[in-house]
């Protein structure tokens, strides 16, 4: 079986982010995979792991991005993918969603397409969701997206939803692209033999005459989705707390709330 | 050729011969394990020799148990020289009246074979005793022999009682034959002779001493053939392993392997993790996952073990199961009543029945998946010695020597084990080693362990804490201590490098001892800096979680930068740090003084740079908890308790385990990290400390702190959990108050 683990390299949101003036990511600080790309890779490495070894699987770990997106792959290698393989291209830098699945697809065609394609649900970055469905649509395959588990039987794989209140369990024939939320079987963290092995596994690099694309389809000015403005979220201050035991409870409340003009001041009832 | 003598010759040639096929077989065995470090084992071989000496003769590692020590000590010399009895009586098979040439008629060897008979007479009534008393089937688990294989040890006191006897008896009749003129020689055995008839002729006497001549070669031959066949007997095979084993232990200086671990080694080559030519079948074989995996000294180690129990009865994880079956009344001195019976017989983790101890269990936790060094030294030995079609993983395997991941992962590091061990067998080192296999190649470890690495990875702590949240601890000090390439350039300028460490940083009850440290060398007019963003995690929970990769990353990266910015003396709050810093950072270039903090108080206090007075909140009764890292794995438990001694009006009462016998919190091996249904060792701990009735409970060490302070809470007990540095503070303040947490 083919797979092909869909990676992103994206800044360490936790330390911090900036946007550039025009609105877009500052990515020139520190970055990492994308923590939800690690669940397709373990539940590829499992998927291989079940298969007759004989039946030669491979996991392909595929990135866009600029140079320093290899140590997603790097990591995705870590993390049990066989080869990686990295689009790389200036022109690239600014596409919009529709842009970057356009290069995803040119890039699947190019390694002659695959029986499934794994990818998170969505990226810590810009947080679209968009990359699983739309290449979907390209590749002209089925997308099962959101799983929190799957299992491939045959010719076929079967994903498992979870909603609030329903579990949805899908089937579709392959090839297919799944995408997993992390709900999906919790990531191994790879042993320092799989640390060492992943630094001789091979990694390629096309760029986008590599993949027969003309610079002006992807990129800042062919983006049909532009971000007009970025604002930081308002931060939410910790909570009051009302003792209920003490006697002056409910004088205490009815005071913050007034004070907060949380009711009505003045007896207006 | 008489009868006897056919017999006993033919006894003789069969024992010998089984023993020297098994001597090759455990040669065979023993070399066929990897290589050791070159000089790790065997350099310095005059101070082995003479700290194997000195514990042989003292039995220093026995001295908790005066009256076993006092009574082996005495079994283990009358081997020694009862050995030449067994040629006597050899000889006696043809010549009722032979004597062994030239030694037979010295009078001080008949004196000291006499002297050395009553000794091991007396000596093994008493191990057969203590054996029976402290093996006794009610004590259930609690039983230091829980799991051991007894009718072993009972058929070896048995052959060493029946040699005594046999000589004993054997010599009192030689006396009759000898006639008066002989009996200066049998001093203490000629009333036995007297004790037969005096009327009984030559003949009769003779036929006696060749039946009980030949009565003592069977049993001794029995011995060696049954001994031979068992290779697993340790309890026989100490005798002569035990040598060996402690003169290649760790230290050439013959104490406990504890303190910094060895580096990761394969094919006695340290392994680089960073190289990057680095052979793949390395790196199938970094630590021991197989028992290819073993060194020729761990196997060495593993046949020598006794199945004394001493390592089971002070580990504080077998501790705590087993107190916890005979209900919450645990008594400090782990002897804790078995309530129930079931009868149950241990096995070895995860195999076979291995105790013939019918032992009464009250809902049995199942040895299995209950950690006890003992019980995975014979696991472990057994697989080595046991014949498997294929060779199966040492832990998690199908075997039934397997070693359950629970077993593995419940073990704290605390070193109580290592300690006690009376042949050296090195526990801890042991299971590291075991730890490092399932990190580094199989990938196999609790779920939990993995967010500890990852952030250690990212964050360059376990908390996961931003690097930038790293001076939080600083902030509400009464001045504005230095930092290093902020405010200050080179350490040079200052006394010491306060190495805050991650607890320190980011747990709130180590930002207060942090704070109260900071406060106190300011007070004294200590000049210190600390570390900025650059500060790192010193990589004790990598290390001792098996993630060599990850400590090595961190260890040199911190040691470079420490070394570049000249640290010479660094203070640190952590016993962790402490080890991992003095210990371990000279396999990465890094030798540095590390001074554990109460050591600096209590100097400065002894300096009267810094005067305590009385403590407020009526605090009169303390009792403090030694960490196992501060006080067994460095030996370093008085300064903790000068410092409290000076603290006017304070009054220390200690736990029953205490010291470099303390009985660890529980957060130890990076078990601080994670989660799981085992037993909770910090409360059993806070329990002992609360039963001392003391006000308050002190520690020296952030992880005991956490651990214990949980515990309380858990327990809704108000003693409140204290770090030594605080209880300072306090002392020194005008009011004598402590501050809130
Ligand atoms: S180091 Fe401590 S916890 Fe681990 S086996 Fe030894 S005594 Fe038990
Ligand atoms: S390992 Fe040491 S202390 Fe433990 S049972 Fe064996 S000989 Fe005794």
Request: charged fraction near 20%; charge should be neutral; include cysteine.
């Amino acid at each position: 079986m083919k797979i092909i683990v869909l990676v992103k390299y994206v800044p360490d949101i936790e330390v911090g982010y900036r946007f550039k003036p025009d609105g877009r990511l500052d990515r020139s600080g520190e970055g990492l995979l994308n923590q939800l790309d690690e669940y397709p890779l373990e539940a590829a490495r499992r998927l291989v792991s079940q298969v007759d070894a004989a039946a030669d699987s491979t996991v392909t770990a595929l990135t866009v991005g600029p140079d320093e997106a290899e140590e997603a792959i790097r990591r995705a290698l870590q993390m049990g993918a066989d080869r990686g393989v990295h689009i790389c291209d200036q022109a690239i830098a600014g596409s919009d969603a529709l842009g970057t699945s356009l290069v995803l697809a040119a890039a699947i065609n190019q390694l002659g397409g695959a029986d499934l394609i794994l990818c998170g649900a969505s990226s810590a970055d810009s947080a679209t969701s968009l990359i699983p469905v739309q290449l979907a649509a390209r590749l002209q395959i089925p997308a099962l997206t959101g799983a929190a588990s799957l299992a491939v039987n045959g010719a076929q794989v079967t994903a498992c939803r979870l909603t609030d209140n329903a579990m949805i369990e899908s089937r579709t024939p392959l090839p297919a692209l799944v995408s997993l939320t992390d709900q999906a079987e919790q990531p191994t963290y790879p042993s320092a033999k799989a640390v060492m092995l992943a630094r001789r596994k091979p990694v390629e690099v096309y760029d986008l005459a590599d993949l027969g694309l003309a610079p002006s389809s992807v990129g800042c000015d062919a983006a049909r989705v532009k971000v007009l403005g970025v604002e930081p979220a308002i931060r939410r201050v910790g909570g009051r707390l009302v003792d209920a035991s003490s006697d002056d409870a409910v004088a205490a409340l009815v005071a913050l709330l007034r004070d907060n003009a949380l009711i009505p001041v003045g007896g207006g009832a | 050729m008489n009868w006897f003598g056919l017999v006993g010759l033919t006894v003789t040639a069969v024992g010998w011969t089984c023993l020297a096929l098994r001597v090759g077989g455990f040669v065979h065995l023993f070399r066929a394990g990897p290589a050791e470090l070159p000089g790790s084992r065997r350099g310095q071989p005059w101070r082995r020799t003479a700290a194997m000496l000195h514990e042989f003769l003292a039995h220093r590692r026995l001295s908790r148990k005066p009256l076993v020590a006092v009574a082996h000590w005495l079994t283990m010399m009358s081997f020694l020289v009862l050995v030449a009895t067994l040629a006597q009586a050899t000889g006696q098979l043809f010549n009722p009246r032979f004597e062994l040439p030239w030694l037979g008629h010295w009078l001080i060897y008949n004196w000291l074979t006499e002297l050395l008979a009553w000794a091991g007479l007396g000596g093994i009534v008493v191990l057969v005793a203590v054996r029976l008393w402290a093996g006794r089937a009610r004590l259930g688990p609690a039983s230091r022999f829980f799991g051991s294989h007894q009718w072993r040890a009972r058929y070896v006191e048995a052959t060493i009682l029946a040699v005594v006897i046999l000589v004993l008896w054997l010599r009192g009749i030689e006396s009759v034959l000898a006639g008066p003129a002989g009996w200066a020689r049998f001093a203490t055995t000629a009333w036995i002779g007297r004790l037969y008839p005096p009327d009984l002729s030559d003949a009769v006497l003779a036929a006696w001493v060749s039946t009980l001549a030949l009565a003592k070669i069977l049993v001794s031959y029995a011995w060696m053939v049954v001994v031979s066949l068992t290779p697993t007997m340790g309890v026989a095979w100490h005798r002569f392993l035990a040598f060996p084993n402690l003169w290649t232990g760790r230290d050439p200086n013959g104490r406990p392997a504890l303190g910094g671990l060895e580096a990761l080694v394969v094919d006695g080559r340290v392994v680089d993790l960073e190289d990057p030519a680095l052979d793949e079948s390395v790196l199938e074989r970094l630590g021991a996952g197989w028992t290819a995996d073993l060194t020729w000294r761990d196997r060495l180690a593993l046949a020598t073990c006794t199945e004394c129990g001493r390592c089971q009865e002070v580990c504080p994880v077998w501790q705590c199961v087993t107190a916890t079956l005979s209900g919450p009344a645990a008594s400090d001195t782990a002897v804790p009543p078995a309530t129930a019976a079931v009868a149950t017989s241990a096995a070895a983790p995860g195999g076979p029945a291995a105790s013939d101890t019918a032992a009464p269990l009250a809902t049995a936790a199942p040895a299995s998946t209950t950690l006890s060094p003992k019980l995975l030294v014979s696991a472990l030995r057994d697989h080595v010695f046991g014949s498997e079609p294929e060779p199966s993983p040492l832990v998690g395997g199908d075997s039934k020597w397997a070693i359950t991941p629970e077993v593995l992962w419940a073990c704290t590091t605390c070193g109580a084990c290592t300690a006690a061990c009376p042949v050296g067998v090195e526990h801890v080192d042991q299971i590291i080693e075991l730890r490092r296999h399932q990190v580094l190649v199989a990938a196999d470890f609790p779920a939990g362990l993995g967010t500890t690495f990852r952030n250690l990875e990212r964050r360059s702590n376990p908390w996961g804490m931003l690097p930038r949240q790293r001076l939080d601890w600083a902030k509400g000090l009464s001045f504005e201590p230095p930092v290093l390439g902020q405010t200050i350039e080179s350490l040079d300028q200052v006394d010491y490098l306060f190495w805050v460490g991650c607890a320190g940083a980011f747990d709130e009850r180590g930002q207060t001892t942090a704070r109260a440290l900071a406060e106190l060398l300011h007070q004294s007019g200590v000049s210190f800096a600390v570390l900025g963003e650059q500060a790192a995690c010193c990589g004790d929970p990598a290390r001792r979680t098996g993630n060599e990769a990850l400590f090595a990353a961190l260890a040199s990266a911190n040691a470079d930068y420490l070394n570049q910015a000249g640290a010479k003396r660094i203070i640190v709050t952590c016993a962790h740090c402490r080890n991992t810093l003095a210990n371990e950072y000279s396999q990465f270039g890094g030798h540095y003084q590390v001074i554990h903090h109460t050591e600096l108080l209590a100097d400065l206090i002894n300096q009267g740079r810094l005067v305590p007075r009385n403590l407020g909140d009526g605090i009169v009764q303390v009792t403090y908890q030694d960490p196992c890292y501060l006080a067994r794995h460095n030996r370093q438990s008085a300064a903790p308790r000068r410092l409290l001694g000076s603290i006017p009006g304070l009054r220390l009462t200690e736990m029953a385990q205490s010291g470099d016998r303390t009985n660890c919190c529980g957060g130890g091996g990076g078990r601080m990290w994670w989660e799981d249904s085992g037993p909770r060792l910090g409360q059993r701990r806070f329990e002992q400390a609360a039963m001392t009735g003391a006000d308050m409970l002190a520690t020296a060490c952030p992880f005991c702190h956490i651990m214990l302070a949980d515990a309380a809470a858990t327990a809704g007990s108000d003693l409140p959990v204290r770090d030594l540095a605080e209880l300072v503070l306090a002392a020194v303040s005008p009011s004598g108050q402590m501050a809130e947490v």
